[in-house]
Structure formats: structure tokens, C-alpha cells
């Protein structure tokens, strides 16, 4: 089920670190350290999205006041997250491997510059040996500017970084076709391309963490349509990740990723669409254009407005003239040199199609002969 895994990227969530007291499990970290190590000795690249950083340190302070939800996560984690840091250094040594601490916040995704940088820093790290473990900088981050959860952190790493896979340990062995506490319901297995099963899916959220099945659900479906083999696990059962490298039978969900891979910056892209800049309104004749059997590019002469502040490369959304969003770009104009272009024939296009990701659509779309390659 897993074999030719090269890059994995793994994350690990609170209810899979976290004891039933909101404490971290140790235990539990340490499992999954020597489960990593058996990884590395096979040659597989790994990096680790790993909640635990409020866990770790709840049972370390007791604040002066009762703090409002922001505050007290920028609290514990500010402490918690030297401690669970400490605690992977400790444990990744002990089977004679390094891992590094990255920080860091939805902000950071939202400029191609950062992105990069980014992404850079962790093929450093993997290149020399050094197990990336990435967390949520929830020191800084406020309510509109945090990740949904870790999930989304993980479905954004793994795109950047071209895994080969993406492994979400949760405390349940994956998507059921009811509700989990039923007998009669099953773990779905596989998930093909396209499918939708969320209807499946109950809509309770995590105990400790921000998220829940749903979350992971729509999460796995973007990043499988990005061409990235997924899989929701049991974090809980012993020997899940060398198992699932192997390719062994292990019960869980898979989602089958699309056949064609997406380039590394219609990844970004189709994850980008939470820092648009601006909106382009295009005519019922451009929309029909779009989603036709031909690639297509938004131009000017299927734009009818353009509305906010931005620049050449930000992300801007796409919506039809009844003002239901078709996709997100990358512009090829500022604002000001569009809105003079509206109308026009012979100006190159606002939005190219390699830049556009259209909703409802994997990040590949349509076939094209000139595709282009991250840079």
C-alpha cells in the first residue's frame, strides 16, 4: 500500500499525544520517535507535524487571571513548546538522529518569497540528515491568522515540500461509513479519486485539538487531488508507521491521488486561496470558456470588474458575474494596470492557466502540452 515511499510527511495530533487528564503522553512520543528511526534506517525522508505544544505546557504554569482562548494558547505554548521540542531532541538522539524545530504561521504561506524560504530551510535540514518537527508558531499567531488546525499545517507541508505521502495519525483507524461507535460500521478503505464520502462523516470535533474528522477528510481530498498518496491512521496502534511504508495491510483510509501531479506552484496556489488580495469578475462567455474541454486563461475581455489592492503575483479569487467563486490565481497585473486593460483584446492574460486553480477541479485541471515547473 505504501512501497517506493521516498519523502513522508507525518502529522501527529493532539488526541494521539495527549492523555486523557490534557497531559502529554511521553509514552506515546516515544513510540513514535523509534517508529520514525526505523523509517530513516529504510531510507525514507521524514518530516513531522506534531501537536503537543499547549499540552506540554498546561501542567507547567498556572496563570495570574483567567485568560480568554488566544492568550492562554500563546501562554502554554510559549512554554510548552521548549518543552515538547526538548523532549523529541531527547528521544530522536537516543536512536542517533537530529531533528530541528520549525515554527511557523499561516502568514508565512500567503507570500511566494516566504514560501519558498520556507521550503528551502527544510530541504536544508532533510538533505543534512535533520528530521524536520513543524508546529504552529502559536506564540504569535490571533484567531484570523492561525491555521484551521494541524491538519491544514500538514496538507500545506506536504505540498510544499512534493511528499511522496502525507500520514494523519488520529485516535480513530480512519473515515467510517457511519457513525464509529456502531458496530455495524466499517473503516473505509480506499477512497478514489474525486469521490466524495464526507457525507459520511460526523461532525464532532477533536477533544483537545481545533479540528476533527471533517477537517482531515477535506484536507486529505486537496492534497490527494494534488497528486499526493494520503492516509488517516490510527496513531494509537503499535508499529502504524513502518507498517504503512511497507505497505502492509493495515486498517485505515487511503485516498488515491490523482494521476498527474501538480507543479509545485499550483500547489501553492490552490492552497492559497485564504490571503487573495482582490477579486476578478468575469461574463457568462469567459465563464463558459473556462470550464470548457480546452485550457483556458483569464483575459480582459471576459472582465467585467476588478475590486481591492493588490500586485503582480498576489493571489486574487475569480467569480462569475452572480458572484459564486470559480477558482484563485496568481495576477499577472497590479490592480491599477488591470482595471485599465478591462475590455481589452490583445493584452496578455490576467491570470495565465498555469497560474489558475479552478474550484471543484484537482490543481491539474486540463490537459495542457507546455507545462511549467516551480520556481
Not at 341 to 359: K, T
Amino acid at each position: 500500500m505504501g512501497k517506493g515511499l521516498k519523502r513522508i510527511a507525518i502529522k501527529v495530533g493532539s488526541n494521539v499525544l495527549t492523555r486523557k487528564d490534557g497531559t502529554l503522553d511521553v509514552e506515546r512520543m516515544s513510540d513514535l520517535v523509534a517508529q520514525i528511526a526505523v523509517l530513516r534506517t529504510r531510507g525514507i525522508e521524514v518530516v513531522l507535524i506534531s501537536s503537543g505544544a499547549v499540552a506540554s505546557g498546561r501542567n507547567e504554569i498556572r496563570p495570574v487571571k483567567k485568560l480568554d482562548a488566544v492568550s492562554s494558547r500563546q501562554l502554554y505554548s510559549a512554554v510548552g513548546q521548549a518543552k515538547l521540542i526538548n523532549r523529541y531532541f531527547e528521544f530522536f538522539h537516543e536512536h542517533r538522529l537530529v531533528c530541528g524545530q520549525v515554527l511557523t504561521s499561516k502568514e508565512n504561506f500567503s507570500s511566494r518569497t516566504h514560501y519558498l524560504n520556507q521550503k528551502n530551510c527544510m530541504e536544508t535540514m532533510l538533505e543534512n540528515g535533520v528530521i524536520p518537527v513543524v508546529n504552529e508558531n502559536d506564540t504569535v499567531s490571533v484567531t484570523e491568522l492561525m491555521f484551521t488546525d494541524n491538519d491544514e499545517l500538514s496538507g500545506l507541508v506536504a505540498a510544499m515540500m512534493n511528499m511522496d505521502a502525507l500520514i494523519i495519525l488520529s485516535n480513530v483507524d480512519g473515515i467510517y461509513d457511519g457513525n464509529p461507535a456502531s458496530p455495524e460500521s466499517r473503516v473505509i478503505r480506499e477512497i478514489p479519486e474525486k469521490a466524495d464520502v464526507s457525507t459520511f462523516i460526523q461532525p464532532e470535533k477533536s477533544a483537545f485539538g481545533r479540528g476533527g474528522m471533517l477537517t482531515k477528510y477535506h484536507i486529505a481530498r486537496k492534497v490527494a487531488d494534488e497528486g499526493i498518496v494520503v492516509f488517516i491512521a490510527n496513531g494509537t496502534r503499535k508499529n502504524i508507521l513502518p507498517e504503512l511504508a511497507a505497505g502492509g495491510e493495515v486498517v485505515c483510509t487511503r485516498f488515491l491521488p490523482a494521476e498527474k501531479p501538480a507543479s509545485g506552484i499550483k500547489k501553492w496556489i490552490a492552497h492559497s486561496e485564504d490571503f487573495a488580495k482582490g477579486t476578478v469578475v468575469i461574463d457568462r462567455g469567459a465563464e463558459s470558456v473556462l470550464y470548457g474541454t480546452k485550457a483556458s486563461s483569464i483575459l480582459f475581455v471576459g472582465i467585467t470588474r476588478i475590486t481591492g489592492r493588490f500586485r503582480k503575483d498576489d493571489i486574487i479569487r475569480i467569480v462569475n458575474e452572480e458572484g459564486r467563486q470559480l477558482g484563485v490565481g496568481r495576477a499577472g497585473y497590479d490592480c491599477e494596470k488591470a482595471a485599465a486593460l478591462i475590455g481589452r483584446r490583445n493584452a496578455r492574460p490576467m491570470v495565465h492557466y498555469d497560474y489558475l486553480c479552478l474550484d471543484g477541479d484537482s490543481v491539474n485541471g486540463k490537459s495542457q502540452e507546455n507545462k511549467i515547473t516551480d520556481h
